[in-house]
C-alpha cells in the first residue's frame, strides 16, 4: 500500500500495444559467463566500482550481525519472537530511504562517489556505537544509520556502475556481477 501511494507510476500499461515475440530460449553457455566477467573489467574505471560493490557486498554479509538468528538474544536479552517487530522495522525504514530520502541525500551528499565515502564512515561509525548495547540507542540511532548508510551505498554503487559500463554490455555486467557477489 505504502508503495503504490509513495512510488510514482513511471509507465503505462504496455501489454495492449506491443505484440508478442516469440523466441527460441537459448540455454546459458559456460562461456557467457566468463564473456560477462570480461566485460565487467573492460577499463580502469569499471572494476574499480566492480570491485568496491563487491568488497561492500562480502564485507556487509560477512559483519552483518544482524542477519544471524541469535543477535538480538545475545545482544540485548530480547525474546526470539520480538525478533520480527525490529526486523520488520527495519524494513520499513530501509522503504522510506528508498522511496523518498536517496534524491535529497545524494544532492545534499554531492554525488554517488561522496555518498559512497560518507556511508561508509556512518556504517562504520554505526558498527562502533553498536558496542554500547543498549536497546534505545540501536533503534533510535543505529537502525536509521544502517539502513541509511547501506541503502545509500547500494544505490550510489549502482548507478556510478551505471554510469561507466559501456551501453552494449550492461546487462552482462550486472549479470556477472550478481553471479560474484552471491
Known amino acids: ?7 510514482q507510476e513511471d509507465l503505462e500499461d504496455e501489454t495492449s500495444t506491443t505484440q508478442p515475440t516469440t523466441t527460441k530460449s537459448k540455454k ?13 573489467f573492460s577499463s580502469q574505471a569499471l572494476g574499480s566500482v566492480i570491485t568496491a560493490t563487491l568488497l ?13 538468528g541469535s543477535y538480538y538474544e545475545d545482544m540485548y536479552g530480547m525474546e526470539p519472537h520480538h525478533r520480527g517487530y525490529i526486523q520488520s522495522y527495519q524494513q520499513v525504514l530501509g522503504f522510506i530511504i528508498q522511496s523518498s530520502l536517496i534524491g535529497p541525500l545524494l544532492s545534499f551528499m554531492g554525488g554517488e562517489q561522496k555518498a559512497v565515502c560518507w556511508s561508509a ?4 561509525l554505526a558498527t562502533f ?43 552482462s555486467v550486472f549479470a556477472a556481477l550478481d553471479v560474484l557477489q552471491n
Do not use: G
Open 129 to 171: 556505537l553498536e558496542l554500547h548495547r543498549s536497546m534505545v540507542i540501536f533503534l533510535a540511532v543505529l537502525s536509521p544509520a544502517i539502513a541509511v548508510s547501506t541503502t545509500m551505498m547500494n544505490v550510489s554503487l549502482r548507478s556510478l556502475l551505471t554510469r561507466v559500463a559501456p551501453e552494449d554490455s550492461i546487462f
Open 1 to 7: 500500500v505504502l508503495a503504490m501511494a509513495w512510488l
Open 28 to 40: 546459458p553457455r559456460k562461456s557467457d559467463f566468463w564473456m560477462n566477467l570480461k566485460a565487467c
Open 121 to 124: 564512515l556512518l556504517l562504520a
Open 56 to 68: 561492500f557486498s562480502w564485507v556487509n554479509r560477512a559483519t552483518s550481525y544482524a542477519s544471524m
